[in-house]
């Protein structure tokens, strides 16, 4: 039986029929929804600091405004394609089980056009507002998203966060690029430090939910690996990005501020990680592994180093 097949009685065909009739108001929320808004606030929470290391100070505001809007239209484009082509298996896991396309608050023809609308809008508005290596590389990150994550690994390699996370890297490369209308060793480093940062932020959720995938086939890595195997690359992956996260200062990059705030919050995040391995290895299960304190805490971390990126030009 196929994911469509076995997914809930009426949910197919209530997805695919009319919306029209759907009250304007929740209609408008379900096409906000689309775009993931919680992910894309994240997003630019990476974007938005970078241009204040890339000008030394404060960017142009126009600029930054600029910025957010196209990278908000073209996350939300790459959110919405994956709506779309993710809607069989989100109609099977209780976490995705409201978004617009299974409750069939949008249809999938109108969650397509919409998904076409914001990608070619957001790379116009890149070109013509921002520069045209910023439109290229938001182009780039939606792709990758769409086909490489969403399309080809997402369903057939544990590994799927690993190398779709990727995308989520973008925005610093773009923030970067905003400013400078180039690409330098500074943006590489924070686009690494997202990147290793990406699947210890979510393979603990992924722990959590595990039952979801599982039902609709995702070869998450906690689906197909025990939590002691997860546990041990949330280790090695944090180890690797706090590392990473520390080479701005050396290489010139940041003053003394951002090196003592990384240092520290790449600290508990550390003691975060290996508390979680030290619970799997005991075998410990449920509630008391605790695992979503380290996705909670992902995000605070993520945030609080992104500022500290920001502030550092004005304490050097």
Known sequence: ?????????????????????????????AFVALTK?????LLLMTTVPVMFLAAQG?????????????????????????????????????RTAQRPLVTGMVSPRECLVFAFALAVGS??????????????LSLGALA???????????????????????AGCMPVL?????????????AVILFLV??????????????????????????MLPVIAGNKAVARQIVLYSWAMVGVSLLLWPLGYTGWFY????????????????GLQARARAGITGAKLKEMRLFHWSITYVSLLFVAVAVDPFLR
């Not at 773009?174 to 500074?186: L, P, Q, R, Y």
């Not at 990406?198 to 070869?219: C, G, I, Q």
């Not at 090196?259 to 290996?274: D, I, N, Q, T």
């Open 259 to 274: 090196p003592v705030v990384a240092a520290v919050l790449g600290g508990f995040w550390l003691k975060e990680a290996h």
């Open 58 to 94: 404060v960017p142009d505001l126009w600029l930054v405004v600029a910025t957010c809007v196209g990278g908000y239209l073209s996350a939300g484009g790459a959110a919405a394609f994956n709506m779309y082509y993710d809607r069989d298996i989100d109609a099977l896991m209780e």
């Open 194 to 219: 997202i990147f290793f940062w990406t699947p210890p932020h979510y393979w603990p959720l992924s722990m959590k939910v595990k039952d979801d995938y599982e039902r609709a086939s995702v070869p």
């Open 123 to 136: 790379t116009a508005w890149f070109w013509a507002l921002v520069n045209p290596l910023s439109a290229m």
């Open 174 to 186: 773009i923030g970067w690029s905003s400013v400078t209308n180039e690409v330098s060793w500074a």
């Open 37 to 41: 808004p919680r992910v894309i606030e």
């Open 1 to 29: 039986m196929t994911a469509v097949e076995s997914r809930p009685a009426g949910v197919l065909e209530t997805s695919e029929t009319s919306s029209g009739h759907r009250p304007f108001g929740a209609r408008v929320k």
């Open 144 to 166: 990758f998203y769409v086909v490489v994550y969403t399309m080809w690994l997402k369903r057939r390699t544990s590994q799927n966060i690993v190398w779709g996370g990727i």
